[in-house]
Each structure stands twice: as structure tokens, then as C-alpha cells.
């Protein structure tokens, strides 16, 4: 299984960004996809995730970013809304191949490579 992270860019604070993450060797419909982000320094933290129950969201990404799937194109999405700098980090996608807790980074088991958002103020 390969994903593919995109949709990373410059914005300012305010703006919005969609991220997309395209899987390909499965199927991942009915996985859970997660979006983690990474800062120097700090460790890789937990932001949003989709299942085929409903979506997850860490307290900074509340009501300012929505994950959604679309099944026909194997595509997970994070639309990113109201950015702002301290949102500047490079945002990972990840699947999981056997469940678990969605909020855990070691129940996922594949990732992709990572896009740059960066929020100028």
C-alpha cells in the first residue's frame, strides 16, 4: 500500500488549504485514515482521522478542519479552514491495516510521505 500526501502550500493566516491523500495496492474504504503533523523538533502529533463510523479530531482542529473520503478515488481529504500560524507543520496521512484507537500513531501502519503547510501571519 502507497499514500500520497498533497496539497500543501504557503497561505495566510486566515486562508484555507485541502490536503489529499490517494492510496494505491488497496483498497482502504473501509480503513480508518488519519492525518498527523510534525514540527522540528516535536513529535508527531495526532490532527484528524475518518472511519467508516465517523470523524475524529484533535481539540486544535475542531471546527476549523473537516477529514472526508471519497471512496471512488481511494482519496482521504482534510480541508483545512481558518489557518493559522501555529498550524505550520508537515501533515502526514496514514492508514490502519487492523484497527485500533484512531488517536494512537502506532496503530497505523502505512504513511505517506508528507506535505508542507506553511501559515504566514
Known amino acids: 500500500v502507497q499514500l500520497q500526501a498533497s496539497g500543501g502550500g504557503l497561505v495566510q493566516a486566515g486562508g484555507s488549504l485541502r490536503l489529499s491523500c490517494a492510496a494505491s495496492?488497496?483498497?482502504?474504504?473501509?480503513?480508518?485514515v488519519g492525518w498527523f503533523r510534525q514540527t522540528p523538533g516535536k513529535e508527531r502529533e495526532f490532527v484528524a482521522a475518518?472511519?467508516?463510523?465517523?470523524?475524529y479530531y484533535a481539540d486544535s482542529a475542531k471546527g476549523r478542519f473537516t477529514a472526508s473520503r471519497d471512496n471512488a478515488k481511494n482519496t482521504v481529504y482534510l480541508q483545512m479552514n481558518s489557518l493559522k500560524p501555529e498550524d505550520t507543520a508537515v501533515y502526514f496521512c496514514?492508514?490502519?491495516?487492523?484497527?485500533?484507537?484512531?488517536?494512537?500513531?502506532?496503530?497505523?501502519?502505512?504513511w505517506g510521505q508528507g506535505t508542507l503547510v506553511t501559515v504566514s501571519s
Open positions: 496514514a492508514a490502519q491495516r487492523d484497527g485500533g484507537s484512531v488517536y494512537n500513531i502506532r496503530m497505523y501502519n502505512y
Open positions: 495496492g488497496r483498497t482502504f474504504s473501509s480503513s480508518a
Open positions: 475518518i472511519t467508516w463510523i465517523g470523524t
